[in-house]
């Protein structure tokens, strides 16, 4: 009888690319309250309505670029460190890995946990910094689920880990495959969120007055925002980096009212002023995908290029490592 269960999780990515996977992918993804933070009819006009129908056959020539004989890498890179994992731990945790979205099905692996019963389950999903449209989306299905079982196990649930040693050590690992010297500039961009939906982890607090851009406020420990400049503090202090080589910057935006300075307005500046070679890392992603390999890899590059700049290079996710394995498993204390 399996007695420990450690499951990890991340976002999610479509069965196949093509229009109908990517247009339920996109609906089951877009329709998650925290996502799309709206009142429930407006935001149901304005994801199956506009933005689902608009955005799925546009995203599926996305995908078609990433689709390679192992599918989707969010998918395989999931699967290879479940794998990685497991021959780590050996026979005292069984090893699990799932979606918020999409297959492995999160609502599956936790109807497996409730089959076996096991004494203790660890839910980690693979986001650095809290933000509710991701842990705290994670967070929620997972004791939506399992407040009508019979039998609930001890459940531990990961929290944000973005300061943890090793994280920041794996990080600068994967960085330190580049030649930093040879570099300009070096931009760690995170991924963007809407302004409102962070300003309402720290309702008492005026984002707009808050330093975090300078220092860590211990009043904001669950603050995105925050965490990601402090992830940035810790990264380029690990790398010796000079204040004036560097930026934090926010990626994939949906609309102006999400946090910045946006990645796109930022590498044009740096290419006009005379910045040739640039470097991206991608520290809020565990893994590649669409936001790395499409949007920074190729849109960001020849935006850079077409700015003036001459190089773009992305630091790859961390993905399945082996450097990552152990991280997660220092960090999970299993």
């Known amino acids: 009888m399996t007695k420990k269960i450690f499951v990890i999780i991340n976002t999610g990515t479509p069965d196949k690319a093509e229009v109908h996977y990517v247009r339920k992918f996109l609906s089951d993804f877009l329709n998650d309250r925290r996502v799309i933070d709206l009142q429930w009819l407006a935001g149901k006009i304005l994801v199956n309505l506009i933005i689902v129908p608009f955005r799925a056959p546009e995203s599926t020539k996305k995908y078609l670029k990433i689709w390679n004989e192992n599918g989707f890498p969010l998918r395989y890179h999931l699967n290879n460190l479940v794998e990685k994992l497991q021959r780590r731990v050996g026979d005292e945790y069984l090893v699990s890995g799932a979606m918020r979205y999409g297959n492995p099905s999160l609502k599956d692996i936790l109807q497996q946990i409730k089959r076996i019963s096991p004494e203790q389950v660890i839910f980690f999903p693979l986001f650095p910094h809290y933000a509710s449209s991701t842990t705290g989306s994670v967070n929620e299905f997972i004791m939506n689920q399992m407040k009508g079982w019979e039998v609930i196990p001890e459940v531990k649930f990961q929290g944000q880990f973005y300061s943890h040693p090793l994280y920041i050590d794996s990080v600068v690992s994967q960085i330190g495959k580049f030649d930093v010297s040879e570099y300009d500039h070096i931009v760690f961009s995170y991924h963007g969120l809407p302004l409102k939906q962070v300003q309402k982890n720290h309702p008492a607090i005026d984002c707009k007055s808050c330093t975090c851009e300078k220092e860590f406020p211990e009043s904001c420990k669950?603050?995105?925002?925050?965490?990601?400049?402090?992830?940035?503090?810790l990264l380029s202090g690990k790398l010796g980096l000079e204040?004036?080589?560097?930026?934090?910057?926010?990626?994939?935006?949906?609309?102006?009212?999400?946090?910045g300075p946006f990645t796109d307005d930022l590498l044009k500046e740096l290419a006009v002023s005379g910045k040739r070679r640039v470097l991206v890392a991608a520290p809020s992603f565990a893994a590649d995908c669409l936001e790395t390999i499409v949007e920074i890899?190729?849109?960001y590059q020849e935006l850079f290029r077409s700015s003036g700049g001459e190089k773009l290079d992305l630091v790859s996710s961390l993905n399945d490592d082996d450097k990552w394995v152990e991280a997660i498993i220092e960090i999970a204390g299993i």
């Open 222 to 233: 669950l603050c995105y925002k925050a965490a990601c400049y402090e992830t940035t503090r």
């Open 243 to 259: 204040s004036t080589t560097f930026s934090t910057s926010f990626q994939s935006r949906m609309s102006d009212g999400w946090l």
């Open 297 to 299: 890899g190729e849109e």
